[in-house]
């Protein structure tokens, strides 16, 4: 009687079921500790004020409130980055496997000088000093900021996507006459591509976070219309939560989206 | 007839390369490919002997020394260079084939784009290729789904779709596992009897004496010697190429 107990308690703590429990008793415990802690400062959470500024209702018809129209913007900049950047990325890593030694010397600069200052300051220069210059408004120096920085981060992942495909490709293509162009496009990027897309994927979710910097330019993204709403309610804690788990929500449907892509599309590789 | 055979396809004139980690894998190594000659080049690994192979079609650079391939001179014109690639085909110990196309994009691709013809001729020219080397049916499945023989032979096709006039193996069985040796060796006798310019790097002396108009034993970038298959294997004059016979013999 005891050994079945025994086994049946071995089971249960290598099931997934034990997982979730105690996934679900961590968070729950961390709730009541935020809460409790919270009461103690006599801070009285007021939820209830939060929807409206998600959307309200208005002769039965939907109308954004200001946190929607900042994930809008978050959106719209995030958007187009994004294609800049895998573009600048692409660009930037094909450079660098290039025979020329101009091409492979101004690849590794952009990398370098990238990588090695911070986002906030890039985006704060690109503003401030190429905008009056080259006359480029707050939108603009947002997303050149954003592609660039992230390009820069998306090239090492693309140029390690290419390295890692074998060299007997490279081979065959060369020898059945391929120009290089063909061989990129018909038979390595096809190939790299699938491999690099968890990373890539990771680069996506840290361009949507890191658009949150852009409110630091005035540009009305999620993150500055959360300031602007606590700046006149004072609902600091309710709305960075929600702030919070918005974002929250974007990334995770972008990397399952991204999840049953893969699958669908795989073929060995 | 004379003309042909006084006009060697392959021209290689004391050609030398070391490897950036100074091993020195040709020596002032020459040699003269005859149209439609078979040509099985045997030896120890090490000998120079897929080195030799790959500097025909460019893969490897030569440090001196000339290679002319059917006129054109291997140099450092990029068209030269072209050429020669689409004149020359070859086909590797690993295979190589590209897994995510299927056979038949595997083999049609480079008709498409280098030979430029429309993707209908293409499959046509494809499917006659794959009937030639005896696996139509899978012309819809993936590489990976394929046995190593089948591969091979997918291979084989899809260098023969390019219509070189050189086809050059890499030791092209000796990946295959021993029951599938035969099918591939019976596609490339074929060839041979067809009357393929060949260069075959192999180890299988049965093909060499079937097929093999020339046999040339090679060791430390040279040839040490040079004959017929009968010559090379029962009657071999230099005691190197001895020792090397009876240790595969």
């Known amino acids: ?269 | 007839m004379k003309a042909t055979v006084e006009n060697p396809i392959i021209l290689v004139d004391r050609i030398s390369k070391t490897f950036a980690n100074g091993v020195e894998a040709l020596r002032d190594f020459s040699i003269r490919v005859l149209r439609r000659e078979v040509l099985v080049v045997i030896g120890p690994s090490g000998s120079g002997k897929s080195t030799f192979l790959r500097c025909l079609n460019g893969l490897e650079e030569i440090d001196r020394g000339s290679i002319v391939i059917d006129g054109i001179p291997l140099d450092d014109d990029k068209k030269n260079r072209l050429e020669i690639r689409k004149e020359v085909g070859m086909v590797f110990q690993s295979f190589n084939l590209f897994p995510h196309l299927t056979v038949l994009d595997n083999v049609n691709l480079a008709q498409v784009l280098v030979r430029k013809k429309r993707k209908k001729a293409a499959t046509e020219a494809s499917m006659e290729l794959l009937r030639k080397v005896g696996i139509p049916e899978k012309a819809r499945t993936f590489p990976n789904h394929l046995s190593g023989g089948q591969q091979q032979r997918v291979a084989i096709a899809r260098a023969l779709a390019m219509k070189p006039k050189v086809m050059l193996f890499d030791e092209a069985t000796s990946a295959l596992d021993p029951e599938m040796i035969g099918e591939v060796l019976d596609v490339m006798k074929t060839l041979a009897r067809e009357g393929m310019t060949m260069v075959v790097v192999t180890h299988e002396m049965g093909f060499a004496r079937e097929v093999s108009d020339r046999v040339v034993f090679m060791e430390d970038g040279r040839i040490i010697e040079e004959g017929t298959a009968e010559q090379i294997f029962t009657n071999p004059k230099q005691e190197r190429t001895r020792d090397f016979v009876s240790q595969i013999l």
């Not at chain 1, 005891?2 to 997934?16: D, E, I, L």
């Not at chain 1, 450079?95 to 600069?109: E, G, H, I, V």
């Not at chain 1, 992942?157 to 059945?176: C, D, K, P, T």
């Not at chain 1, 709403?229 to 929250?248: K, M, P």
């Open chain 1, 1 to 269: 009687m005891n050994t079945s107990v025994k086994k049946s308690w071995t089971a249960f703590q290598r099931s997934p079921l034990a997982d979730v429990s105690l996934f679900l008793c961590i968070v729950a415990g961390l709730t009541w500790l935020t809460a409790h802690g919270t009461s103690q400062l006599g801070y009285n959470w007021q939820w209830y004020r939060v929807p409206q500024y998600l959307f309200s209702l208005e002769d039965s018809r939907i109308i954004a409130g200001p946190l929607l129209k900042g994930l809008m913007v978050t959106f719209r900049i995030t958007a187009v980055s994004l294609v800049l950047c895998f573009a600048f990325g692409l660009l930037t890593a094909l450079m660098r496997l290039s025979d020329s030694f101009l091409a492979k010397a101004l690849a590794r600069a952009y990398v370098e000088l990238i990588r090695n200052t911070p986002l906030l300051v890039q985006l704060l220069f690109i503003y401030f000093v190429l905008g009056p210059i080259l006359d480029i408004g707050r939108f603009t120096a947002a997303v050149l900021a954003l592609s660039l920085f992230e390009g820069a981060y998306a090239s090492e992942i693309f140029r390690a996507g290419i390295v890692s495909i074998h060299h007997g490709q490279w081979e065959a293509a060369y020898s059945l006459g391929l120009k290089t162009f063909d061989m990129y496009r018909y038979i390595i990027l096809p190939q790299a591509i699938r491999r690099i897309l968890p990373p890539l994927t990771g680069q996506a979710v840290s361009l949507i976070k890191d658009s949150a910097l852009v409110s630091t330019i005035a540009v009305y993204d999620l993150t500055m219309r959360g300031q602007e709403i606590i700046a006149e309610t004072y609902l600091a804690f309710e709305i960075w939560f929600a702030v919070a788990a918005i974002y929250l929500v974007v990334t995770v449907t972008l990397s399952v989206v991204v999840n049953i892509m893969e699958s669908r599309f795989k073929v060995a590789a």
